[in-house]
T-cell receptor, first 115, second 115 residues
């Protein structure tokens, strides 16, 4: 079992659909992250949760709504997305949130296609 | 301004040869951490190596070493004895001590190992 598990691996949705991405970490970490990876662009940080509280929200459109019910689970709720939202969405976790040596552990991502 | 610059979109290397992937960074912090991640076609980001800004020696992890030149703000990854399984995207990332900024990534370099 990998440390960070994301489901589904692939998702195709229409612009009017509502769907959710799920992330679960089995590492006992206290911080969890959502990153967006689009073609030919650096990974973009979307949201950070530390001890289940959101500490970072990088001006992400409201059609993306995160939820962190406990330190092991992180969701990204999707609503009325646009085709430009098609990307690989990566979840990550780390032991803590502060510290320059905090390693992030990533899941395999959800490849999202918006039609 | 970009915090992390990876100038090589793609690199080729012969199997069993060494290869250097370039990374330069921009920060005014004295304390920061530098990371390299590997992303194979499966999508998962795999941590490879870490270098702290105060570390006097270059980091090494098996076949990976980090050529850290602080004055040049350079943190190149050296892979020795390349293997076919090393073919992947490689990302350089930095975490600064100031603020609450988690890892910031470069655009990546695609490495192809040729038999």
């Amino acid at each position: 079992e990998t440390g960070v598990t994301q489901t589904p691996r692939h998702l195709v949705m229409g612009m009017t659909n509502k769907k959710s991405l799920k992330c679960e970490q089995h590492l006992g970490h206290n911080a969890m992250y959502w990153y967006k990876q689009s073609a030919k662009k650096p990974l973009e940080l979307m949201f950070v949760y530390s001890l289940e509280e959101r500490v970072e929200n990088n001006s992400v459109p409201s059609r993306f709504s995160p939820e962190c019910p406990n330190s092991s689970h992180l969701f990204l709720h999707l609503h009325t997305l646009q085709p430009e939202d098609s990307a690989l969405y990566l979840c990550a976790s780390s032991q803590g949130f502060q510290g320059t040596n905090e390693k992030l552990f990533f899941g395999s991502g959800t490849q999202l296609s918006v039609l | 301004a970009q915090k992390i610059t990876q100038t090589q979109p793609g690199m080729f290397v012969q199997e069993k040869e060494a290869v250097t992937l370039d990374c330069t960074y921009d920060t005014s912090d004295q304390s920061y951490g530098l990371f390299w991640y590997k992303q194979p076609s499966s999508g998962e980001m795999i941590f490879l190596i870490y270098q702290g800004s105060y570390d006097e020696q270059n980091a090494t992890e098996g076949r990976y070493s980090l050529n850290f030149q602080k004055a040049r703000k350079s943190a190149n990854l050296v892979i020795s004895a390349s293997q076919l399984g090393d073919s992947a995207m490689y990302f350089c990332a930095m975490r600064e001590a100031s603020g609450n900024t988690p890892l910031v990534f470069g655009k990546g370099t695609r490495l192809s190992v040729i038999a």
